[in-house]
């Protein structure tokens, strides 16, 4: 017991082994939570129950699972987990190297604590991240308190959320390079799940976020959610830090004006394929008002082809206005970034790729991926912009991206992972400039040592 106790940190989301987990999960094999992400400990229960089950696998199977072997016998009496990461892009040119540390441990019975920081160099600073040092920059992604009683689960510090089943983006909350500062309550069933997430977005400007979800969990089957988002500014409302209470009511009572947002999501897994959704509900004019709907919705599939093919595809549709709102610090944004969908409003994407997962360690990659990205913008709602409620879609001069990769990820034991990748990338209405086309040829190397 004092094994998974130990193991609470979070394993970094942009890991190598992160390959290995879907295609696990996609197998049928382990199941993966709603929130992510991942804990170090599920992965180890997870993997462990089918050790000790002997569940039947294929060698495939086995040489996967053998890769978490550094996580698996690790030492009881202290927790810890380090990414060394060093990386190179071509065009633009840009060179990166960071080490991510994480530590987990006991406090007394029922409270445990995790801990992360990445201490980064870059060829160019990130203005967006921490004051540098001499070009270095420390990122405090993850320090938190967990205290479970029962099936009650309540963390209280800062860590990362991704609430949605595509890959590393979703459409309500999404990944942020220094964590959220927030409490998570969490009460699983067995089948039912609850979760209520409050963040502090920016306490110099009062800017909050509210979340709670209730979810449908038939395991490895099928899971179905809905959850209400509710972004507010000006003061702090108590009523809104009562999980247990619709805010969209809420809000009605008290005569606010604040930012809410429904999201339905659906996982299904039937054979070795995974389908997923997620529909958000931004706006929707149920009277005959001449306002525009703000709707978004993102597909997806997932499978296991013949055996070693991990394919994956997805597409993302966010309408023009979804995320913005006439008072200011009721936008959808933490500092100038999207707190949903990475790319914003007035954008879809659709990403495809094949892996050729095997036994030697040498697993060939393509990626295609195509974005089209209209002039609408988070910070200008309809309310300023006026004009046509149903534009164009994308609307203004549309961006258009298509980026071709091949490459391929060769794992050496299960400590070193080299990742490298050479592409096309095809860029029409450059900056939304009508005849602004440009053609690059991109190269990207990187190299993992985990410990």
Not at 62 to 83: A, C, E, G, P
Not at 300 to 326: A, E, I, Q
Not at 335 to 357: A, E, I, R, W, Y
Not at 432 to 451: E, M, P, V, Y
Request: hydrophobic share 40%; with cysteine; charged share 20%.
């Amino acid at each position: 017991m004092l094994l998974f106790i130990l193991f609470c940190y979070t394993i970094p989301p942009d890991s190598p082994i992160m390959d290995n987990i879907e295609y696990l999960q996609i197998r049928g094999l382990i199941d993966i939570p709603s929130i992510r992400p991942y804990e170090a400990k599920w992965v180890i229960s997870q993997i462990d129950e089918l050790l000790i089950n002997d569940v039947k696998l294929n060698p495939l199977d086995r040489k996967i699972i053998s890769l978490f072997n550094l996580i698996l016998t690790k030492k009881q009496d202290l927790s810890y987990l380090v990414h060394l990461s060093g990386a190179y892009q071509l065009e633009p040119e840009y060179g990166h190297g960071f080490l991510d540390a994480r530590l987990a441990g006991q406090l007394a019975k029922n409270i445990r604590f995790s801990q992360a920081l990445r201490l980064q160099r870059a060829s160019d600073i990130d203005t967006s991240g921490p004051k540098p040092w001499h070009d270095f920059q420390v990122y405090l992604t993850e320090g938190l308190m967990k205290m479970e009683s029962g099936i009650i689960h309540f963390d209280i510090g800062r860590r990362n959320y991704l609430l949605g089943f595509g890959d590393d983006n979703d459409l309500l909350f999404s990944l942020d390079s220094q964590g959220y500062d927030s409490y998570l309550l969490f009460i699983p069933t067995r089948y039912l799940e609850f979760f209520n997430i409050f963040s502090v977005l920016d306490i110099s400007q009062s800017r909050y976020i509210s979340i709670h979800r209730i979810g449908v969990n038939l395991k490895k089957f099928l899971k179905l959610g809905f959850s209400e988002t509710l972004l507010f500014g000006q003061s702090l409302e108590p009523i809104y830090l009562n999980p247990f209470l619709p805010f969209y009511l809420s809000q009605w009572g008290l005569d606010r004006n604040d930012n809410i947002m429904w999201c339905f999501d659906i996982q299904l897994r039937l054979f070795k394929s995974i389908i997923y959704g997620e529909l958000l509900i931004d706006d929707y004019m149920y009277e005959d008002d001449p306002y525009p709907n703000k709707l978004a919705y993102k597909i997806g599939f997932k499978s296991v082809v013949l055996n070693n093919f991990l394919v994956k595809m997805n597409y993302t549709f966010v309408d023009k206005w979804v995320y913005t709102h006439r008072i200011q610090d009721n936008i959808y944004v933490r500092g100038t970034h999207p707190l949903g969908f990475p790319l914003g409003n007035d954008v879809d994407q659709l990403s495809c790729s094949v892996k050729f997962m095997n036994r030697l360690g040498l697993s060939p990659k393509l990626e295609i991926e195509y974005v089209r990205k209209g002039q609408g913008s988070i910070f200008l709602p309809y309310e300023q912009e006026g004009g046509t409620w149903t534009p164009s879609f994308p609307s203004g001069i549309v961006e258009k991206k298509l980026q071709i990769d091949f490459g391929f990820d060769y794992t050496l034991r299960y400590n070193f992972y080299l990742k490298v990748k050479a592409g096309q990338r095809f860029w029409r209405n450059h900056g939304h400039l009508s005849g602004n086309d440009l053609n690059d040829t991109t190269f990207d190397l990187s190299l993992w040592a985990i410990l």
